[in-house]
């Protein structure tokens, strides 16, 4: 059994910053052991789609809404996935999701996987609300 937690959504302004960060639960007391993690977004009415991918080779795909302001680590002092989110804008407004897969990420043309049907394990979500 295997679930993750996101946290650090919030209110923010456009142009502001967030941090969003994702804990495995009871699995590792010190390392992230899925070696496949990343970030999915979702607003009401919406399909589910990518943010960033972060493989466990340190090989990362960003899809293009959050690519140049987003970027997708982790944290070794916190042990856990983070999502570094600049320059925020309205149409950021999600939930986002942390999701993992235990092996390393499915590939597509070499480059981890985008598509979220390829990740086994899934957070219940932070609220991120972009507003003037």
């Known amino acids: 059994q295997v679930h993750l937690v996101e946290s650090g959504g919030g209110s923010v302004r456009p142009g502001e910053s967030l941090k969003l960060a994702c804990t495995v639960g009871?699995?590792?007391?010190?390392?992230?052991?899925?070696?496949?993690m990343a970030w999915f977004r979702q607003a009401p009415w919406t399909e589910r789609e990518a943010i960033a991918v972060?493989?466990?080779?340190?090989?990362?795909n960003y899809a293009d809404p959050g690519k140049g302001r987003f970027t997708i680590n982790k944290d070794n002092t916190e042990n856990a996935l983070t999502l570094r989110m600049n320059a925020l804008k309205l149409e950021d407004s999600d939930m986002y999701f942390c999701?993992?897969?235990?092996?390393?990420?499915?590939?597509?043309?070499?480059?981890?996987?985008?598509?979220?049907?390829?990740?086994?394990?899934w957070g219940q979500g932070t609220q991120v609300t972009v507003s003037s």
């Open positions: 009871r699995v590792s007391k010190s390392s992230l052991l899925m070696n496949c």
């Open positions: 999701a993992a897969d235990r092996w390393g990420c499915t590939l597509h043309n070499g480059r981890p996987s985008l598509v979220h049907h390829d990740y086994a394990y």
């Open positions: 972060l493989d466990f080779d340190g090989s990362t």
